[in-house]
């Protein structure tokens, strides 16, 4: 079952600073945030596991609500480098599940 | 630093051809994986591969499509009978642990079914 991603879209001022959700209905065993830029392959970001923790790469972070099955990425004095679409993607606490994807996150940044 | 690629990078065939995409991992990865992305759409789950065997595969992974591990460094992906709805980029992704790890994804196959 796929995590759901929010919001669908996002425009954002170079500088600004924004939030994507990502929640799911199972129990999670690690969060994974992917960027993807236009005809590339996803490229990872981050993990977050189980036990809940809070991560940073630069100016973009992360967190995981293991009790509420959510994560958030933060991105922070975006740059137009960061546009692109961010996925989540989730493996449940079940044993042996794949990665699987939410819908992403199409986020643009302008001057 | 080491990389996961694909060949060919785009393939063009016609309705109820087969096509077998081709995939080398990162050398000391264990687990191997293939997605597909409709254009426009999200990545989606089809199969996982670990000790020379599937470990999970979703429902679009039915009998249209197998994988192989021919040698010591490919990973293939063979759709028999291909439908003009299997058009969309294939990628191949390989990690050094299963929950744990990044996956690392190549540059994608773009399959397009005429």
């Known amino acids: 079952q796929q995590p759901v991603q929010s919001p669908q879209a996002v425009i ?11 929640s799911s209905s199972k129990a999670l065993y690690s969060v994974h945030w992917y960027r ?28 995981f609500n293991e009790k509420k099955q959510q994560s958030s990425l933060y991105l922070t004095a975006s740059q137009l480098s960061y546009s692109g679409t961010y996925f989540c993607g989730t493996v449940r606490n079940s044993g042996n599940t794949p990665l699987v994807f939410g819908k992403g996150t199409r986020l643009s940044v302008i001057a | 630093e080491p990389e996961v690629t694909q060949t060919p990078s785009h393939q063009v065939t ?84 299963q929950f744990n790890s990044p996956l690392h994804f190549g540059n994608g196959t773009r399959l397009t079914v005429t």
């Open chain 2, 14 to 97: 016609q309705m109820g051809q087969e096509v077998i995409l081709r995939c080398v991992p990162i050398s000391n990865h264990l687990y191997f994986y293939w997605y597909r992305q409709i254009l426009g759409q999200k990545v989606e789950f089809l199969v996982s591969f670990y000790n020379n065997e599937i470990s999970e595969k979703s429902e679009i992974f039915d009998d249209q499509f197998s994988v192989e591990r021919p040698d010591g460094s490919n990973f293939t992906l063979k759709i028999r009978s291909t439908k003009l709805e299997d058009s969309a980029m294939y990628f191949c992704a390989s990690s050094s642990s």
């Open chain 1, 36 to 63: 993807q830029k236009h005809g590339e392959a996803p490229v990872f970001l981050m993990i977050l596991l189980k036990g809940g923790e809070q991560k940073g790469h630069d100016k973009i972070s992360a967190s």
């Open chain 1, 12 to 22: 954002l001022r170079e500088g600004e600073d924004a939030v994507i959700n990502c």
